[in-house]
């Protein structure tokens, strides 16, 4: 089946370490995008990538860095810098920039805990 | 892209049509409106979207004001698996494509309608 998958479901870190959150698409999509998500809030996004070897900063990207190597990956990486990195993360991805015809399809998302 | 306004929460009955409100005064020609929801603990997905016309699709319809500045997401039938977040969301195709990064292309999400189906 096709769809987008988020690996893992939870994941537990230590405060000052980098993690990096997988994100994997077999749509076929450009077009790729991460999100955050804080409790009882909206989605804010954080970069996005039209193409591949391509991205854009979104809204919040500061302490976060991302790649775009192949076209169904777009690995998202929590640095130390991001000062409150525990958050509900999601990934999306659409044929092209969401709008008009694209819808987004999201991923099940990973629950990023900092101690 | 214009902004809306949700209520913050809803409750329903099993097996009741509900109907889900959203302004949005300021919508320019060109926004389409968007729906998405969240179940809990999971990723949004797509419902519906539409320009002027109401639409209609398996999981809903959409009706549109005929000044555009209001909408309503309407579900037939509330099941209890349709408890989640509803998001209204506007957007225009064509924005973004000159303007500042960081709006783009994306979907902003704002807190959405929490729905709450009874048995």
């Known amino acids: 089946d096709g769809g987008i998958t988020q690996s893992p479901k939870y994941l537990f870190r230590k405060e000052g370490q980098n993690v990096t959150l997988s994100c994997e698409q077999n749509l076929n999509h450009d077009a790729m995008y991460w999100y955050r998500q804080d409790p009882g809030q909206g989605l804010r996004l954080i970069y996005y990538s039209q193409i591949v070897n391509d991205f854009q900063k979104g809204d919040i990207a500061e302490g976060y860095s991302v790649s775009r190597e192949k076209k169904e990956s777009f690995p998202l990486t929590v640095t130390s810098a991001q000062k409150n990195p525990t958050a509900f993360y999601l990934c999306a991805s659409s044929t092209g920039l969401a709008g008009l015809y694209n819808e987004q399809f999201f991923g099940p998302g990973t629950r990023l805990t900092v101690l | 892209d214009a902004k809306t306004t949700q209520p913050n929460s809803m409750e329903s009955n099993e097996e009741e049509p509900v109907h889900l409100p959203c302004n949005h005064s300021t919508i320019s020609g060109t926004d389409y409106i968007h729906w998405y929801r969240q179940l809990p603990s999971q990723g949004p997905e797509y419902v519906i979207h539409g320009l002027t016309s109401n639409v209609n699709n398996r999981m809903a319809s959409l009706a549109i004001a005929e000044d555009r500045k209001s909408s309503t997401l309407i579900l037939h039938r509330a099941t209890l698996r349709d408890a989640a977040v509803y998001y209204c969301?506007?957007?225009?195709?064509?924005?973004?494509?000159?303007?500042?990064?960081?709006?783009?292309?994306?979907?902003?999400f704002g807190k959405g309608t929490k729905l709450s189906v009874k048995p």
């Open positions: 969301i506007l957007k225009n195709p064509l924005s973004g494509r000159l303007s500042s990064p960081g709006s783009q292309g994306n979907l902003i």
